[in-house]
């Protein structure tokens, strides 16, 4: 196994944990390393985009959720083969012990959906009580934390569809 591969499973594995970890580095790399000198003039224009982070996180929560239904789906119109009777990967992966994981990707994704509406849901009700910055900074973790997690979905789901190719061989 690579070390790409390696770096991933770590991930895969403790993918929230390391989400927080990447928005806190990004923050403290935009507070300390002024290589980018955000002039931030309109209050108004910073707290209407977290109502669209919000609605962007309901939506994308609704695909990974949906796609989650399919695979689940899939497994249990498979269940009723055996591993030995699969004939692409795809089936055979759905009927390993890899298909726990897969569906811990999903969960995980949603679940990180959900921390993120809750937290930019009460961010947004109160905005009166924040700066400009602090709610640039909200903005930035909430977009992060979507970008992250649905990367990671849709990392998985392009794996998993990609099996569909791959032929198991006779034996």
């Given at each position: ?14 993918p ?8 806190g ?5 935009l ?41 689940v ?20 992966i ?19 959906l ?41 990392f ?16």
């Amino acid at each position: 196994m690579g070390m790409f591969e390696k770096i991933i499973d770590k991930y895969l594995a403790n993918p929230i944990h390391i989400d927080f970890l990447i928005v806190g580095f990004v923050l403290f790399f935009l507070e300390k390393m002024n290589y980018f000198n955000f002039e931030l003039k309109d209050r108004a224009n910073q707290i209407n985009i977290i109502p669209s982070i919000i609605s962007s996180d309901v939506a994308l929560a609704g695909f990974i959720l949906a796609a989650l239904t399919i695979i689940v789906t899939f497994k249990s119109n498979l269940q009723s083969k055996g591993m030995n009777d699969a004939t692409n990967a795809l089936e055979l992966i759905f009927s390993s012990k890899h298909y726990s994981r897969i569906v811990q990707v999903f969960r995980k994704s949603l679940l990180e959906l959900v921390l993120c509406f809750s937290f930019l849901s009460f961010a947004w009700i109160s905005t009166d009580n924040f700066s400009i910055q602090t709610i640039n900074k909200i903005n930035i973790v909430g977009i992060i934390i979507t970008i992250l997690s649905v990367s990671r979905s849709l990392f998985i789901l392009y794996i998993v569809l990609d099996l569909e190719n791959h032929k198991v061989e006779e034996k």
